[in-house]
T-cell receptor, first 116, second 113 residues
Framework: ETGVTQSPTHLIKTRGQQVTLRCSSQSGHNTVSWYQQALGQGPQFIFQYYREEENGRGNFPPRFSGLQFPNYSSELNVNALELDDSALYLC???????????????FGPGTRLTVL | EDQVTQSPEALRLQEGESSSLNCSYTVSGLRGLFWYRQDPGKGPEFLFTLYSAGEEKEKERLKATLTKKESFLHITAPKPEDSATYLCAVQAPRDNQGGKLIFGQGTELSVKP
């Protein structure tokens, strides 16, 4: 069984640039969620994708956008980077529970983004 | 507002010194409470899921319990390799928030030999 993978591992950008982060979900999973984790804080929910559509969104501005592909991999795009966007970006995959119950999310290693 | 608070923020133990980490939560309709372990610079590693009050789960030196307002992660006879940040998260009802997890800020555990 292949776990969740993310690329790149580290990334350095300057303010105003755009960035794309990538995630491959765990085998058998159909849902991908993205989280932002600032240093010393818990992860904050950005959005979730199911069946290639956004299935929920946290309190992040529209310059944070995403995609999910037919093979359930996903991208996170951030436009007009700001200094506060510096963080660890985490991707989590899961199998959506259509009955409405809880479901475990399994995280990738993360991408460390630094904005200068 | 759905919220998760973890205490203490940091905990230093001697090897073999048992202790507990606390996770207090307020959420409208708990769908699940999750414990994760996170090593520095890495992604969270799944440990346990608890769904209802009274439920308990165990894995090696770790035991997680759940009440209607809080969860505890008990660590029995910890070893230095248990040093990490432990994160607690609750899963909100699936309205327009998808299956988002709401995390606490974590407890940084350090176990000295």
């Amino acid at each position: 069984e292949t776990g969740v993978t993310q690329s790149p591992t580290h990334l350095i950008k300057t303010r105003g640039q755009q960035v794309t982060l990538r995630c491959s979900s765990q085998s058998g999973h159909n849902t991908v969620s993205w989280y932002q984790q600032a240093l010393g804080q818990g992860p904050q929910f950005i959005f979730q994708y199911y069946r290639e559509e956004e299935n929920g969104r946290g309190n992040f501005p529209p310059r944070f956008s995403g995609l999910q592909f037919p093979n359930y991999s996903s991208e996170l795009n951030v436009n007009a980077l700001e200094l506060d966007d510096s963080a660890l970006y985490l991707c989590a995959s899961s199998l959506l529970n259509l009955a409405g119950g809880g479901n475990e999310q399994f995280f990738g290693p993360g991408t460390r983004l630094t904005v200068l | 507002e759905d919220q998760v608070t973890q205490s203490p923020e940091a905990l230093r133990l001697q090897e073999g010194e048992s202790s507990s980490l606390n996770c207090s939560y307020t959420v409208s309709g708990l769908r699940g409470l999750f414990w994760y372990r996170q090593d520095p610079g890495k992604g969270p590693e799944f440990l346990f899921t608890l769904y209802s009050a009274g439920e308990e789960k165990e894995k090696e030196r770790l035991k997680a319990t759940l009440t209607k307002k809080e969860s505890f992660l008990h660590i029995t006879a910890p070893k230095p390799e248990d040093s990490a940040t432990y994160l607690c998260a609750v899963q909100a009802p699936r309205d327009n928030q998808g299956g988002k997890l709401i995390f606490g800020q974590g407890t940084e555990l350090s176990v000295k030999p």
